[in-house]
């Protein structure tokens, strides 16, 4: 197991920025490839992000790429999520997620899931 936990959901403006924080608890977490999904009202959920373990492998969903910006601090078992530029579609619940193997954009890619943070983007 590999509980993360989520935060830095909240509502904002459109244009506006913020920043998601993923905690995660154990001492391998350097070895997980970890990531983003989110989820609006009414839709599946859809990859975002992700990132492998030293970082040098990233990848953007295109409906984010050039606006989000996803890190990770292994001393601080914790990854980012810099969401600059907001859009009112970017509203959706956003989960953080792990797996020791290249998850790729899948949902089945991950088996470690955060509980989810809302971030909700007014118009």
């Known amino acids: 197991q590999v509980p993360l936990v989520e935060s830095g959901g909240e509502l904002v403006q459109a244009g506006g920025s913020l920043r998601l924080s993923c905690a995660a608890s154990?001492?391998?977490?350097?070895?997980?490839?970890m990531g983003w999904f989110r989820q609006a009202p009414g839709k599946e959920r859809e990859f975002v992000a992700t990132?492998?373990?030293?970082?040098?492998?990233?990848y953007y969903a295109e409906s984010v790429k050039g606006r989000f910006t996803i890190s990770r601090d292994n001393a601080k078992n914790t990854v980012y999520l810099q969401m600059d530029s907001l859009k009112p579609e970017d509203t959706a619940v956003y989960y953080c997620?792990?797996?020791?193997?290249?998850?790729?954009?899948?949902?089945?890619?991950?088996?470690?899931w955060g509980q989810g943070t809302q971030v909700t983007v007014s118009s």
């Open positions: 154990g001492r391998t977490f350097s070895g997980y490839t």
């Open positions: 997620v792990a797996s020791r193997a290249y998850g790729g954009p899948y949902v089945s890619g991950y088996p470690y």
């Open positions: 990132i492998n373990w030293n970082g040098a492998g990233i």
